[in-house]
Every structure is written in C-alpha cells, then in structure tokens.
C-alpha cells in the first residue's frame, strides 16, 4: 500500500514563525502535492512538484514556499504564519503518467497559527 | 479555469440507495475522480472515469458524461460507515501537468 506520511498531525505556532510542515512517500512517485482544506471551499492546491528540486505554483501560492530536495520528501514553508494560515493541510503524491493512477494522501496536519 | 459544483449535504437510510451527482466546466478534462473522506481522515481513492459511461466497483457506481459536464458517484446498500464526506476532482491536463481541482465536497449522513 502506499503510504503518504505527515510529521504532524496536529501543531500549533505563533504569529511571524516560520513553519515547517514535511512529507514523505514511500512509493517512487514523481509528483507531489500540497493542499490546504478549508470548510465550505474544498481542497485548494497550494504548490506541486513533478520532479526533484522542481515546483510549480497551484492556485494560492502566496505566503507559501516549498523544497523538494529528494524524490521522496516535499516540505511545505509557511514564512511568516499568518492567522489566515490556520488550516488543515494535506499532502498527496501520485505517478506522473496520468491515467487512472490517483493521488494519494497522507492524514493531513491541522495547524492552528495563534 | 475550473468549476465544480456538488450539492453540499444528503441524508439516506441504512440499506437505501443514493446518488451524489457533480457538474464541472473545464478546459482540458483529462478524467474525473471520486474520493471518500471520513471526518479528521486523509481522502481515500474510490473511482476514476475518462471515457462515458458507468464504473462499477463493488457497491459504488461512477457514470460520467464528458458532453454533459456531468458525473455521479452511486452508493447502494448504504452501511453506517459511508457517512463520509465524498469529493468530486476534475483533472486537467492542459497545462501539461496532473493537476486536480476538487469541489467542496457532499457530507453523506446515513442513519439506522
């Protein structure tokens, strides 16, 4: 099976902090993603890599950075947590040739920013 | 850009049979996704669509109609553990990337 794993599943940080949230996959794949999931909006894709030290921006980047220096891990970076920030934030990662081959997602991080 | 619109909340009976449709607009339609999602859980894959017509799967059914916009996702023999929340993804491809875009998402309560 595969499995898509989140440092934390539940943090909480100070206004101004730099927050680090961090996945890892164990099943080759090349994409990554980083959603956060809000009542009455849905998932919203915040950035997305389809290869090692490669990202793409989703539809709300901003106030979001992230690294992806081996295959495996995707790391997502809040630069200056914002209270807006609070939010549950899920990783998925996928193969790249499409098809039916679906994401996959880990538990999700819910980040209280305070 | 993407549109995807799913009714927000249903309510059906233990054993019952229930269909949560979605609509989307889109450029670029590359297949149609449904996924299951308990509360405070990860999304968990259910079924895929590209081309028309019906996926079944056990006791979940997806139709889909490209000329229409239009998927459904069908539940028969509803058990207590379906109360879940099930999200309709739309991916598109025309930025050359797998790149989902998911509705809200509809709350399934079954009750005895």
């Known amino acids: 099976d595969v499995k898509v794993t989140q440092s934390s599943r539940y943090l909480v940080k100070r206004t101004g902090e730099k927050v680090f949230l961090e996945c890892v996959q164990d099943m080759d794949h090349e994409n990554m993603f980083w959603y956060r999931q809000d009542p009455g909006l849905g998932l919203r894709l915040i950035y997305f890599s389809y290869d090692v030290k490669m990202k793409e921006k989703g539809d709300i980047p901003e106030g979001y950075s992230v690294s992806r220096e081996k295959k495996e891990r995707f790391s997502l970076i809040l630069e200056s947590a914002s209270t807006n920030q609070t939010s549950m934030y899920l990783c998925?990662?996928?193969?790249?040739?499409?098809?039916?081959?679906?994401?996959?997602f880990g538990d999700g991080t819910r980040l209280s920013i305070l | 850009g993407q549109n995807i619109d799913q009714p927000t909340e249903m309510t059906a009976t233990e054993g019952a049979i229930v269909q949560i449709n979605c609509t989307y607009q889109t450029s670029g339609f590359n297949g149609l996704f449904w996924y299951q999602q308990h509360a405070g859980e990860a999304p968990t894959f259910l079924s895929y669509n590209v081309l028309d017509g019906l996926e079944e799967k056990g006791r979940f059914s997806s139709f889909l109609s490209r000329s229409k916009g239009y998927s459904y996702l069908l539940l028969k023999e509803l058990q207590m553990k379906d109360s879940a929340s099930y999200l309709c993804a739309v991916r598109e491809m025309n930025t050359g990337f797998q790149k989902l875009v998911f509705g809200t998402g509809t709350r399934l309560l079954v009750s005895p």
């Open positions: 998925a990662s996928s193969f790249q040739t499409g098809g039916n081959q679906p994401q996959h």
